[in-house]
């Protein structure tokens, strides 16, 4: 019995390795021929409209609903940032995410180890458990609750620092840093139970903030930036790790 177990156990291993090395590129996502950043940025656009869901195919995860377990805004370490507030969330849901639209790509050439997207999201939604303590503006807050945040019109750039490997007579793409950064034309956020459940000054407060977004946002953007980056990264290093370089391309 030990025997046909093992032997069992060498099959799966064998056929989850077959499995990522085998991976392909489904044949209505057009390839491209090198350096063709047109071609690169309409099959990106059809990678988000025909497959928000993801696709085991090629390694693509859920994009539609993107889980992080925390995100925090302000300083963690407490020390006073321009908001003098730390807002902390968990089990934040992010969608709108595939409703990106890819605008602009370059670095897709031989060789070229750094690639750089821009891209749009129309609109982007984050909900999530939150805890406050600081102060914004006049007001001094504390409170727990549920909480929404609208971002309109994301400009989102990323910066995308790669290698390459040779695994098994194909070449891998190996994610070795990137950078996001994005700027909403609107941004919404809504705190529920401020003072206590006080509805009418929660109301007011979460007025005050909406009126003063850009301030708010901009001194909030670095948790929210790093938000990103810590959703995407893991979404485009499964896709490298699993489609070989070779499938990006056409022959």
Same mark, same amino acid.
């Given at each position: ?127 999530? &458990? ?30 995308? &620092? ?40 929660? &109301? ?10 850009? &301030? ?36």
């Amino acid at each position: 019995m030990s025997k046909i177990c093992y032997y069992l156990s060498g099959l799966i291993v064998l056929s989850g390795i077959y499995e990522i090395f085998s991976a392909v590129l489904p044949s209505n996502i057009p390839k491209c021929k090198i350096s063709d950043n047109v071609c690169v940025i309409a099959s990106i656009n059809e990678v988000f409209r025909l497959y928000p869901k993801g696709s085991p195919a090629f390694g693509l995860d859920d994009i539609s609903r993107i889980v992080v377990p925390q995100m925090v805004l302000g300083d963690a370490n407490g020390q006073a940032s321009s908001a003098r507030l730390t807002v902390k969330f968990e089990n934040l849901i992010l969608t709108g995410i595939e409703k990106a639209i890819c605008l602009n790509a370059s670095g897709f050439e031989p060789k070229t180890k750094q690639a750089k997207l821009k891209f749009i999201v129309p609109f982007g939604k984050m909900k999530a &458990d939150y805890a406050i303590n600081g102060k914004i503006l006049l007001f001094t807050l504390k409170g727990e609750g549920k909480s929404e945040i609208h971002l309109k019109d994301i400009d989102i750039e990323l910066t995308v &620092d790669v290698d390459f490997e040779k695994r098994a007579n194909h070449t891998f793409v190996v994610l070795k840093a990137m950078n996001v950064s994005f700027e909403p034309k609107n941004f919404y956020i809504h705190l529920d139970n401020l003072f206590d459940g006080n509805k009418e000054l929660t &109301d007011s407060v979460n007025d005050v903030i909406n009126e003063n977004w850009r &301030d708010i946002f901009h001194s909030l953007q670095d948790g929210i930036r790093q938000t990103f980056y810590d959703a995407l990264k893991p979404i485009l290093s499964k896709v490298f790790n699993v489609l070989p370089y070779d499938e990006f391309y056409k022959n």
